[in-house]
């Protein structure tokens, strides 16, 4: 709601509270109907923002604009930590640039959809028991938490 300036340097709350936008993603905000042009930011440590622009064709454009810059700074995910304890671990998401270009990264998104697909698919084949309360039901219900999310 305050004006931007260029001139003014950022300060440590500004710091403190910027959102990060590496391998998020901006879309619509379809499941929400209190206000009109309503765009929902999911970022990667899975927080959801709800931003509200003047006009649908605005509102597009911040779509399209959050997307390419948070593209820019999604490098591909590191490996998940491996422990002997066979506990689901979330791969590592870098904040730094990527190295490829717009085309080796579209076939790099389209390859890790097609295994997260294939890996939930997996996933559920095998369900654990419900009704257990138990660390293997939690690990279970976490990981098909982030497949679904991812």
């Known amino acids: 709601q305050d004006e931007y300036k260029p001139d003014k340097d950022l300060s440590e709350v500004d710091l403190k509270n910027a959102i990060r936008v590496h391998h998020a993603l901006a879309t619509k905000a379809s499941d929400y109907s209190k206000k009109s042009n309503v765009l929902k930011l999911k970022t990667a440590d899975w927080r959801v923002f709800l931003f509200q622009a003047p006009s649908k064709e605005e509102m597009l454009s911040w779509i399209l604009r959050i997307n390419l810059v948070a593209a820019i700074f999604s490098a591909p995910a590191f490996p998940a930590a491996i422990c002997s304890m066979k506990k689901f671990c979330r791969p590592l998401l ?23 697909v294939d890996e939930l698919a997996e996933h ?27």
């Open 124 to 150: 559920k084949s095998h369900p654990v028991e419900k009704s257990l309360k138990s660390k293997e039901a939690e690990e279970y219900r976490l990981k098909e938490h982030y497949l679904i999310f991812e």
């Open 94 to 116: 870098p904040s730094s640039m990527t190295k490829l270009c717009q085309e080796e990264q579209l076939r790099s998104h389209e390859n890790k959809m097609k295994q997260i």
